[in-house]
């Protein structure tokens, strides 16, 4: 299924009931006074973040959510009954933003995440509360109050532990391809990968991560050019960047660009859409070794390396003849593990 990240829906709370106008009328009772109920309270809207959904092209179909609206209240004081909440399940990793004023609602990161976006309206007052010593037989009572209605923009950005980025043809998807069970589109054209891919490394058991392709960047991308800037929001939840380069660029899409060139680009795009893109930690991968002698890929890498000032983890592969991609994964495997002992030492001292 194609990945739809963006969807506009509109959430409607149920109205509250109004309160009713109700005396007591019963045998040998003849002033029983009043005893009108309260409304009920209008159900509410809730988002529920669901890690079994992937995508948000449901919203495609159903825009439209209402919840139930509160019962009227009736006489003898009964009061009407509450409406029904309805519960919108997401995926986790959407985020959830107020059209009409921009602001971020909320973001659902975890599995069971509940939030809040319309809050159904206060049931009204029944007459049995306007009595008094002066006014024994009121007949006035208060309607329901309006639910809250929004209009909600939904964003989804993948939950993905290593990202890979790159210009068009770089081989990022026959990287994803040859390091996990994912079967991303591949063929001889720039922009072949339209929507991410999501891909499971298992480096042995019960240990494993995510890893995201996004379609190609190119210059420009952060104002809109290309089909990846839209994605680029992917990036922001990654721990860890691979970036691909092709070290033999005549052969690919990125003609006349050398590779040391194509680096400073997409580091330039990454800084104009969010500094803290370029700060990540960030690995080069030198891809399509295979087109060229073993000696010449070496020293075009290294002389990439060397034109760049290049100083951390760097990586020579094939990735369509899976050369030199599993070291990359075990180190990346490494990497997270020293990320959660450092973690696990902070906490320790802090404690």
């Known amino acids: 299924m194609k990945l739809v990240d963006e969807a506009e829906i509109q959430v409607i709370a149920g109205n509250g009931g109004n309160g009713c106008v109700g005396f007591r009328r019963e045998k040998f009772i003849p002033l029983g006074g009043p005893d009108g109920g309260d409304g009920g309270n209008g159900g509410s809207v809730w988002l529920q973040a669901d890690e079994n959904l992937n995508t948000l092209v449901d919203f495609r179909h159903e825009r439209i959510f209402k919840a139930q609206r509160g019962e009227n209240g009736m006489g003898r004081q009964m009061y009407g009954k509450g409406g029904e909440d309805r519960v919108i399940t997401v995926p986790v990793g959407t985020v959830v933003m107020n059209v009409d004023t921009d602001e971020v609602i909320g973001d659902m990161t975890r599995h069971g995440d509940r939030l809040l976006v319309a809050k159904g309206g206060k049931g009204g007052l029944g007459n049995m509360h306007f009595k008094s010593s002066t006014n024994r037989s009121p007949r006035q009572a208060l309607p329901g109050e309006e639910g809250e209605q929004r209009l909600l923009k939904l964003e989804l950005k993948l939950l993905a532990d290593?990202?890979?980025?790159?210009?068009?043809?770089?081989?990022?998807?026959?990287?994803?391809?040859?390091?996990?069970?994912?079967?991303?589109?591949?063929?001889?054209?720039?922009?072949?990968?339209?929507?991410?891919?999501?891909?499971?490394?298992?480096?042995?058991?019960?240990?494993?991560?995510?890893i995201a392709d996004i379609p190609g960047l190119i210059e420009g991308a952060a104002e809109g050019a290309g089909l990846g800037a839209q994605f680029l929001r992917h990036l922001q939840r990654t721990r860890l960047l691979l970036h691909l380069v092709d070290v033999s660029p005549m052969e690919g899409g990125v003609e006349g660009v050398s590779p040391a060139e194509q680096v400073r680009l997409l580091e330039r795009e990454l800084e104009r859409h969010d500094p803290e893109l370029l700060a990540k930690p960030r690995w080069l991968v030198l891809n399509k070794a295979d087109l060229m002698f073993e000696d010449e890929a070496r020293t075009a890498a290294e002389q990439v390396i060397a034109e760049l000032g290049w100083t951390g983890p760097w990586y020579l592969v094939s990735a369509l003849g899976r050369e030199g991609t599993w070291p990359i994964m075990k180190d990346v495997m490494a990497f997270f593990d020293r990320q959660r002992e450092e973690a696990a030492e902070q906490a320790a001292n802090a404690s």
């Open 162 to 210: 290593v990202g890979l980025l790159g210009f068009p043809n770089a081989g990022k998807s026959t990287f994803i391809r040859a390091v996990s069970a994912a079967t991303p589109k591949v063929a001889d054209y720039p922009f072949t990968t339209l929507y991410p891919n999501l891909g499971v490394v298992s480096v042995e058991a019960h240990r494993s991560f995510v």
